[in-house]
């Protein structure tokens, strides 16, 4: 089995070109269909979490309940089946790339694998890879210092969330370290050399100004853990 792409794009153009010459416009044409083989069915990948979900005013099941009731409207023979696509807390990344991973869409797998092959290639943007404690820029390692990793790391895995300098401090810090007692201008000072290395991506680290710091969900970055998402059913 195998999945093919619906042009809606191309179709969109050919309807627009020849609105003035058919009463109606043509069915979108899928691609990548080999002879022999025929459309069964088709995959629709949502990319949303609860909490944003939450947000706006609903929730992944009330969701899922709408798209299969709107699916009996249109087609009421049509059979359907849902999964939610989990993945470990604090993972980061793009909802929609979680969603396609766990699903095993043939693209998403290509590319998972191509990364998992050849890690120090990537496709552009930043790479946070906790498992190997490493940031990979636009295919490039950043040379990070243990401690600007662990600053990153501990923001990135607390996705959306404020973090006081004093945490900052008591969690990344012991009595064991060589360095000097820290204080919260330590804490600035580690920042400001940790963005200086990220680059054009420093933005990924957000000041909040009087409280501390955070990391929030970005396009640009993804983040690579040792496990790989599940899918579960609704």
């Given at each position: 089995m195998s999945l093919a792409h619906i042009d809606t794009a191309r179709s969109a153009q050919a309807a627009r070109l020849e609105r003035h010459a058919a009463p109606t416009p043509a069915a979108p044409r899928i691609r990548a269909v080999p002879e022999g083989t025929q459309a069964r069915g088709f995959v629709f990948y949502v990319g949303i979490d609860e909490a944003t979900a939450a947000a706006a005013g609903t929730s992944l099941s009330r969701i899922v309940e709408?798209?299969?009731?709107?699916?009996?409207?249109?087609?009421?023979?049509?059979?359907?089946?849902?999964?939610?696509?989990?993945?470990p807390a604090g993972a980061g990344g793009r909802d929609v790339?979680?969603?396609?991973?766990?699903?095993?869409?043939?693209?998403?797998?290509?590319?998972?694998?191509?990364?998992?092959?050849?890690?120090?290639?990537?496709?552009?943007?930043?790479?946070?890879?906790?498992?190997?404690?490493r940031v990979i820029l636009d295919g490039e390692t950043a040379a990070l210092t243990y401690k600007e990793f662990e600053l990153l790391q501990y923001l990135v895995l607390r996705e959306g969330r404020t973090i006081e300098r004093a945490e900052l401090i008591a969690k990344l810090w012991n009595a064991s370290d060589?360095?000097?007692a820290p204080n919260e201008r330590t804490i600035d000072v580690h920042v400001?050399?940790?963005?200086?290395?990220?680059?054009?991506?420093e933005d990924i680290v957000r000041t909040v100004r009087g409280v501390g710091y955070r990391f929030d969900r970005h396009a640009d970055v993804s983040i690579r853990q040792s496990s790989t998402p599940s899918p579960d059913v609704f």
């Open positions: 709408a798209l299969k009731a709107l699916t009996g409207t249109i087609a009421p023979t049509a059979e359907t089946h849902a999964a939610v696509a989990l993945a790339d979680v969603v396609r991973l766990a699903l095993q869409d043939p693209t998403a797998l290509a590319r998972h694998r191509t990364l998992a092959d050849d890690p120090d290639r990537a496709l552009g943007g930043v790479v946070v890879d906790i498992s190997r404690k060589e360095e000097d400001r050399r940790l963005r200086a290395k990220l680059g054009r991506y």
